[in-house]
Structures are given as structure tokens and as C-alpha cells.
DNA sequence: GTTCCTATATTTATCATATCTATCTGACTT
DNA sequence: AAGTCAGATAGATATGATAAATATAGGAAC
């Protein structure tokens, strides 16, 4: 399953976005022990010293060091001299990094990872929608329509269900012409990719076009409190779902 | 006052969160190199190769590489062999990342960055504060009363107007109970560390303690929909200030 | 003239080794 | 008990050499 969905975001965003693939020995080095760091692998035992992480991996201390800094940057690691190298507590990571996200997503798929996601975009993206309503170009708005118009292609197999809410969803946040905003692509492509399988399995789910038209519409008639509503209701459903699945879930 | 801003923000967090002091030659270049970047130096210029950023800042080329791996992990730059390294857009700059935020604080104070902010926060903390009246603890209740004691105290000259405010809407953040939103304690210090200079500059706005006060007795009180939206008032009237600043300012 | 291939130069990527610097520990001094 | 010093440890830095990737230009084939 994770590799589809990494399909998926690959296939809305170009492969530039992903800084982590195995491209080379010090992106390959990033990309495992970075997972292992999120996995929990080094919870209860020490980090290996610099030189031993060279030698369990069979890389240099030059690549070591480098994929160490990187996840310095990323906020996973920190490192002081005699003390060595050690993982930070979750709470100072950059969750909204993508490789970061990537691997919170593969480490084992939780509900309340995803209600998480989700209790962030229910703030996120009706805000964004009422933005758009008063600010996006033509151009964004033709986007958002776009987005649309592949949900409605979609519902008759000529596109794909996924890749064309991602894009309508991805259209809003465009729209809202604040970069901070534009800055949850890759979160909110994450949450949709992750809960659809999920949704759908909970529930027949049929694909709300209804519901994003809406959206669709108030932004279109600048009218920023609808499209807020609006996106507020597409969203608060997800949760919903979660919510419910989450009671069946516990016994 | 850009120092102004660092000491307090300082004061609030422990260093061990601001990856870039001067510690040493790698985080110097990396804060160095970084803030060059996001000041603009490099747009209609090449970036200079590995070789030469070593030269320039009188460092080996293992430094100057580990400098980059940080700025690449930040989204700022990407680097291929014989393409050379290229400063990304702006719109791949991790945002949220402790250090671009600083950066891009000392750049130049912009009204418009001012705007952005706030139209974060007026979603972002709404939706924590509906969250916190719902699902924080006995502890994390306490919290946000004490940042409210704080301001009261700061009224009265015995704390920090602005560590106080700054108190507040972090302990709503952590409220929350979702690892996400607590992302955003820097960016709220930050946005309130710059905003409440400007405020006062702009009005004679006095710390609106009630509209604190009426967040914390509906998180209390476990009444979520009151927390949203007295949380919102508050936020929405700093971005009415904001943009009556920028249409004085515009002629 | 256009397309395709190939050689070459350039730049990052990697390695190996040596040395420096910070800092924890414990012993020693006062 | 407090302060000082020496040793040990782990990251920080420097250097020089080599490998790998790839943009570009020049030439071959059509």
C-alpha cells in the first residue's frame, strides 16, 4: 500500500520534490536512517558514534557526517562533541518536512496519524478556500475548475479518483495566494492519498462531487464565507469517518 | 530590533532549538550562506560552485558541503554533479523550518510577510483552541491560565507584555494534543514578536486581556465552538489592523 | 540540415587519513 | 569542599586524491 501511494504523489509532484531518493550514497544513508529514527529503532539504545554508523552502513565518515547534518536540519538528530550524536524527542522534528512526513507515513499506518492530518486540514483548507474566494487570479480559479472538471472525469473512470481530488484540493491551497498556505501540498496530498483507501474500506464512500462544487461555486462567486462552509463540510466528514472508525476500532 | 526579536524569542525557547548559532565553522557558513540566500543575493547570479563557497568563506570543501546538505534539507538549494548547485524557488523553502523563519524575519520586516503570518494564525489557532476545550489536560488547562496570570501580571509591570502573550498562544498550541499544531509555536512567537511592535506602532493597542481571558474560560469551561470563535475575534483583529496599515501605508 | 552519438570537461560525490577542538571524567591539589 | 589539571572520547576540520554523473560541443550518419 505505501508503495502505491508513493506512486500516486509522485505522479502529482514532479520527482524533484522528493530530496530522498537513492540517489546517491548520502540520500540513500539519509533515507534509512532516517526511517529507522522515525520507526523508533533507537528509542531505548544509544545512537551509534559517527564512525560506527560508517562502518555499519560501509560508507565513508565524510557520507556519515553528511546525512547526520541533514537530519540535524530536519530536526531529527543533534550532535555535540564527546556527548555524540543523539535523537531528538519527536516533538522538535519538522513534521511538515516531506521526507520526514514520508517516513511517518511508512513507519505503520495509524487512524490517529490521519486524524491528526485531518483535524489540521479541517483549519487549514477552509481558511484557504475563503482566501481564494477573495484573492485567486483567473488562472487559479481555472485551476481549481480543472480540478473539478478530473473529479467529474474521474466519476466515469477517464481519470483517476485520487490524482484529481489531490489536484482540486491542491488548486484551493494555490488560491489562496499566501506561501505558508501553498506550503501543505505535500500534506494534504499525504492525508487524501492515506485516507481513501481508508475511507473507502470504511465505507462506500462515494466521491462527494457534489460537496466540492460547492466549493467551487462560492469561490468562483467570491463569496468567502460559503467557500469556507463549504470546505468546512467536505472536511468534517472525513473526520466523521474517522472518528467512527475509530470507536469500532478499540474493542 | 531584529535583536530585539531573537532575545525574546530566546527567552522563550531554549537555545538548544536555534540549530544555527555560530557554534562552530559548519553552522556559521550554513546561517551565513542561508540568509544570503533568502535576502536574495543569489537571483540573477549563478551560485557559486563547492570550490569556490570554500575559498569565499575560508573553509575546506567538507565544511562548505555540509553547509549545503543543510540548506538542501531546507529546501533552499539542490545540488547535481556538473549542473552545479541552484538556489530552489521560494515556493520549495521549508517555512515552517526554525531557520528559514528567521531569515526571512531579517530580511526586511514586510507587512505583507506580517499578513501572511496572521492569516495562518486566524486559522490555525481557532481550530487549537476548539481542540484544546476539548481534549487538554488538567495540566495543559493550567498552562494556558498561567500565561493568562502572566499578561495580567505584565499589565501591571511585573512580566514581559509580549514573552506573556507569547506564553499563552503556545500553551493553547500544546492544548491541542496534536503534534502538528504544536509545530507552529515558533511561527506564533514570531508572528506576535514582530506584530506587537508594529500594533503599538499603529494604535495605541492596548493587551486586550478580556479577549484572552474569554479563550481561556471557554476551553474551561470545555465549550469548543466559544474557544473557536474568541480565538478568531482575537486573531481577526490584528488582520484588520494589518490591513488598515497597508492601505495608509500604500500612497 | 537535422538527428544522433561520442568525447571531454566540469562539478559534485566519495574516500582515506591526519589533526584540531570541545568537553566529560576523575584524580589531584588547596 | 572547591578548584585545577590531565587524559580520553567524539565530533569538527583540513587536505588531497579519485570516482561518478552530466552538460556541452563537435563530429558522424542520414
Redesign the pocket.
Known sequence: MNRKVSAITTEIFPSDMRTSLG??????MLDVIGRSIVIGEYDNVA??????LARQH??????T??A??MLTAKGLLS???????IVQPQSSWNLFDSDVLHWLLERKFSVELLRHFNQLRVAIEPEAAALAAMQATDAERAAIGAGLARMVAAEAGADNTLAADIAFHVAVLEGSRNPFYKQFREMVASALATSIHFTNRIKGRTASIEDHRAVYDAILARDSDSARCAMRRLISDVLILIGEAEVTAKP
Do not use: D, I, M
Open positions: 540517489r546517491n550514497l548520502t540520500y540513500g545512537f551509534p558514534t559517527e564512525a560506527e560501509g560508507v565513508s565518515r565524510a557520507v557526517r553528511e547526520v547534518k550532535a555535540r562533541p564527546r556527548q555524540g550524536t
